[in-house]
Each structure stands twice: as structure tokens, then as C-alpha cells.
């Protein structure tokens, strides 16, 4: 049986492998910088720009603590592990394993906290869905997703509004926008950004035949603040329309359900699910905002890979998951390779599993 001061040792490499990936030197220096700064006594003539400093200090300070104190208790566990050893007290040993197990415990709970570590992985985040190749069953398909995220989001305690459905003539959704609101809600929801493929016996079909439907779905987190981009009146479309349900059914008396385009990118949001017009016109801004800001990152970063020789271009076919609905059923994630068997478990919302597997493809 391994020895229990073995187990430390890997326990505390492991520990060592966290903190350097989180960079917490760095965090450690950035938050006495700070501290600094906050002694000063002008520090507070810009109190907006003094309570910016002072939220990130608590936060960086707080973050380090943690990793400090939990430093400490595995070098204290280490060195009476040892002394132990040497006297050869079992008694003590039963009692150091059991603390062993419990700070095992708390490193995963922390590492798996670590992987929210992306500059807003902590937002609320904004999820579209479109029905993609499949006609009546992708459009079908795209509204199993989104029961499926607004079960993710009930279970995890997070706020969900959907601001826009457009629905399909005979069944399903066409596509579908929404708010997921709470602690890092970007950060698990980031892993669903992607083409997802649905192989089932078709319901729509009169012989049952075997089909494949694609929806895709996006993923952005909500822009606060001095991040979001400035949109001139000239580059914007502001149509508004009677909000309505499916089979033309009429929601709303008036006409507050707003469109808004954007010219130059031609990025179109739409917002319905608000009775105040002003409301809706407000939801669709802040979108637009955040796929603006989204769109711009991800020039960026494609015109980084195409220096470095490495740009590849997104193909509808080249899904990240596939959810099998006949024979032997399963879930698979093709980029982290989790898989499961219980697949009414996962339409029903139980898809952190996914989302932890994929996080952890960053370690």
C-alpha cells in the first residue's frame, strides 16, 4: 500500500501545478502593487477609479490567501506525516490519512474552481441557438437544446431568460436567444459553443427512418462597463414588430417586440419577450454589444493563428458533440472525449459533466 507521506508529496506537486498555471506569484505582486497604490493619500480624489482598485485588491488578496493557507496546511501535514513515520505511531498515521482524504478533497474543489480563470469566465453569459441541416428535426432538435439549457440553469440556481423564439412552421424552433444569470454562467456555459449533431428515428418521419440534425449554438458572455463597444447611430436598423408564439399566435397587443441591425457586420438581434418595447430595444443592444466585442476577439485571435501558421476555419460539419438516441445510446464530446450512456439525464440538464471535462482539457 502506498504510504501516506508518498500521497502528500504528489498531493502537494499537484498543488504546486495549480497554483503555478493560475500564475499566483504574479496575482500575489499585482495585489501588493495595489495595496500600494491604496496607501497613498490622494487614492481616493478618482473614487471611481478607487473602488475599480479596491474591488480587484480584495479579490487578488482573497484568491491568495487561499492558496497560502492551503500551502501551509499540506507542509504541516508533510512534516508531521514524516515524524510519525519515524516514531512508527499508527494512531497517528489513521488520523493524518483521514486529513489527507479531506485535503485531497478541497484541492479538487479548487482546482476545479481554477478553471474559471478567463477574463470573463465570471459574466453572465448570452446562448443563441439555430436550427441548422435537418429541416423539421434540427428545427426540433434546436428546441430540445434549449429545454436542455434552461434545466442546466434551474438546477444550478442560475436565472435564465429567453429574449427571442422563432418557430418553425410545424414544429420546434427555428432559433432561440437567451440570458443565463449567476456565478460564472460563462464560464460553464463557454464549453457549449459549437455545431452539436442529433442521431435518432426521426418522429416526423411516417417509416421512422434514421436521422441526423445539426444545431448550432453560440456563446458569449455579457459586456459591462468600459469593454463595450460604442455603436453609432448610422451603423444601427431599429425595426419593431408584434412579438408572437408559435403558429403565428399573437403574445402581444402591441407592437413592442424590437430587431436590430447592424449594418456593417450584418449581426441581427432580436428581443420579444419584454412587454415594454424599451426593454426589448435595451436586451438587443447589450447583445449586440457583447457579439461586437466577441466578433472583434475572434479577428484577432484568427489573425494571430494566420502569423503563426495555424488558422483553420470553424466548418458546420465539425460538430463537438453528438447525442445517439438509438442502439446503444450515448453522449459523446469529441474535443475532451467524455461520453455517457444515460442521455436522458443529459437532455434533462446534467451536462456539467461535459463542461467540467473540457475545462480541464486547459490543465
Known amino acids: 500500500m502506498e504510504s501516506i507521506l508518498k500521497k502528500i508529496e504528489e498531493l502537494r506537486e499537484r498543488f504546486l501545478k495549480i497554483k503555478a498555471l493560475l500564475d499566483m506569484d504574479k496575482k500575489e505582486k499585482r495585489a501588493h502593487e495595489l495595496r500600494l497604490q491604496m496607501s497613498l493619500p490622494d487614492f ?136 443565463i444569470s449567476g456565478p460564472f454562467a460563462y464560464g460553464y456555459l463557454q464549453s457549449e459553443n459549437g455545431t452539436h449533431r442529433l442521431l435518432r428515428n426521426s418522429p416526423f418521419n411516417a417509416d421512422g427512418l434514421r436521422q441526423t440534425s445539426f444545431a448550432l449554438v453560440e456563446v458569449i458572455p455579457e459586456i459591462k462597463g468600459d469593454e463595450a463597444p460604442t455603436i453609432k447611430e448610422e451603423e444601427i436598423r431599429i425595426d419593431v414588430f408584434r412579438s408572437s408564439g408559435p403558429g403565428g399566435q399573437s403574445v402581444n397587443t402591441t407592437d413592442s417586440a424590437v430587431r436590430i441591425t447592424h449594418l456593417p457586420s450584418g449581426i441581427v438581434v432580436s428581443c420579444q419577450n419584454e412587454r415594454s418595447q424599451h426593454q426589448n430595444k435595451e436586451n438587443a443592444y447589450k447583445i449586440l454589444q457583447s457579439k461586437l466585442l466577441q466578433l472583434a476577439l475572434a479577428k484577432r485571435e484568427e489573425e494571430e493563428k494566420s502569423l503563426k501558421g495555424g488558422s483553420q476555419k470553424a466548418e458546420w460539419g465539425a460538430q463537438i458533440r453528438s447525442y445517439c438516441l438509438y442502439g446503444n445510446k450515448y453522449v459523446k464530446d469529441h474535443r475532451s472525449e467524455a461520453e455517457t450512456s444515460n442521455v436522458d439525464a443529459v437532455l434533462d440538464g446534467d451536462i456539467e459533466q461535459f463542461m467540467e471535462a473540457y475545462l480541464r482539457m486547459k490543465i
Open 44 to 179: 481616493w480624489d478618482d473614487k471611481e477609479g478607487a473602488v475599480k482598485i479596491s474591488q480587484e485588491a480584495e479579490e487578488l488578496f482573497s484568491e491568495s490567501k487561499v492558496w497560502s493557507d492551503f500551502g501551509k496546511e499540506i507542509k504541516e501535514l508533510e512534516e508531521i506525516c514524516k515524524m510519525a513515520e519515524s516514531e512508527g505511531d499508527e494512531s497517528m498515521l489513521e488520523d493524518l490519512e483521514k486529513k489527507y482524504n479531506e485535503l485531497f478533497e478541497r484541492l479538487s474543489k479548487l482546482e476545479f474552481a481554477a478553471l474559471f480563470d478567463g477574463k470573463y469566465d465570471k459574466e453572465n453569459a448570452f446562448l443563441s441557438i439555430h436550427a441548422g441541416t435537418g429541416g423539421i428535426d434540427a428545427q426540433d432538435w434546436a428546441e430540445m437544446l434549449e429545454r436542455m439549457y434552461l434545466r442546466f440553469a434551474e438546477k444550478k440556481g442560475f436565472k435564465a431568460e429567453v429574449f427571442d423564439n422563432s418557430y418553425g412552421n410545424e414544429a420546434g424552433i427555428k432559433s432561440a436567444e437567451m440570458k
